[in-house]
């Protein structure tokens, strides 16, 4: 109970309350939160979804992604409606998730304290990125403010992305879109772009659960940002997503093969495949030179 009224006090659910730490979560409770992740993890508790699993996910289109975490039970993990600096530059990575909200002069206080006896440097809107890993991906909930509203600009951006080598997303804006341009490597997911300074905001928790719209997104989800909009993946479906996702796209790259050299027709391919299709698919896959690191079995699992 002292737990789950902790996380609640850190999403800013619950209120009333002082707490000793008001930043981050400790490492049990980011692992019970996280507990259907069963890989490995950063030092304190983060899952850490392997860097090759997250080389293979920019290959998945966000419908594919989307019907697996459907038919999980995860039909809430999208978010459209975005602006961003390179729209054809997918942004794939772990989520470092962080939640801002509106100043007020008691509440900053407090954090501003709570952060010098962390020996955190700077404000708060540059904590969250000392604590950025490689191959992260900084997602904050602005709620959604534009102007006063800029997370980042160009020196926070650049920052970003030598701790990270990755990008961002940020249910809010930021400055100096011409300077972040100019990263190269860099790409952002914003709601929009302005020129002022951030203002009248605090930043309220670092590896938190955050909203961004309408997702929940828990600190070390899989981050999957292409030009159609951003899907959250939970880590522990991370490789139920890959795999299918490139069986689907092995079946049908056999089946258009076979197609053209008119093999089968349209009605044997676009059907229940018989075994004797089945056989064919397996002795095409393995002699693949291009293959994809699945097994017969992975591939047998989702006829």
Do not use: C
């Not at 392997?50 to 996910?57: F, G, I, V, W, Y």
């Amino acid at each position: 109970m002292k737990t789950l009224f902790r996380l609640l006090l850190l999403a800013g659910l619950a209120g009333g309350a002082v707490w000793s730490d008001p930043l981050t979560l400790s490492k049990e409770e980011m692992v019970a939160l996280t507990a259907k992740w069963t890989g490995e993890r950063y030092p304190d508790g983060r899952p850490r979804v392997p860097e090759a699993l997250l080389e293979r996910m920019k290959k998945v289109s966000l419908e594919e992604a989307w019907e697996v975490l459907k038919g999980q039970g995860y039909g809430q993990q999208f978010e459209g409606n975005w602006q961003m600096i390179h729209p054809d530059q997918p942004v794939v990575g772990r989520a470092l998730t962080a939640v801002y909200r509106p100043s007020r002069p008691d509440y900053v206080e407090h954090v501003q304290a709570a952060g010098k006896a962390e020996g955190r440097i700077g404000a708060s809107n540059s904590w969250p990125i000392d604590m950025l890993q490689r191959g992260d991906v900084y997602v904050a909930d602005g709620f959604g403010k534009i102007a006063d509203g800029t997370l980042i600009g160009d020196n926070l951006g650049n920052a970003i992305y030598a701790k990270s080598g990755n990008g961002v997303v940020f249910d809010g804006s930021v400055r100096d879109l011409e300077g972040l341009a100019e990263i190269e490597g860099f790409n952002a997911f914003v709601r929009g772009w302005h020129p002022s300074a951030i203002k009248d905001m605090i930043l309220g928790g670092v590896n938190v659960p955050v909203r961004v719209g309408g997702v929940t997104v828990l600190p070390g989800d899989v981050v999957l940002a292409k030009r159609g909009g951003v899907i959250f993946i939970p880590p522990h479906l991370a490789e139920r997503v890959v795999v299918t996702a490139e069986v689907v796209a092995l079946k049908d790259r056999f089946g258009h093969q076979r197609l053209r050299e008119g093999k089968y027709t349209p009605g044997e391919i676009d059907r229940a495949w018989t075994p004797e299709i089945k056989a064919d698919f397996l002795q095409w896959f393995e002699a693949l030179p291009d293959r994809p690191p699945l097994t017969r079995e992975e591939i047998e699992k989702r006829w």
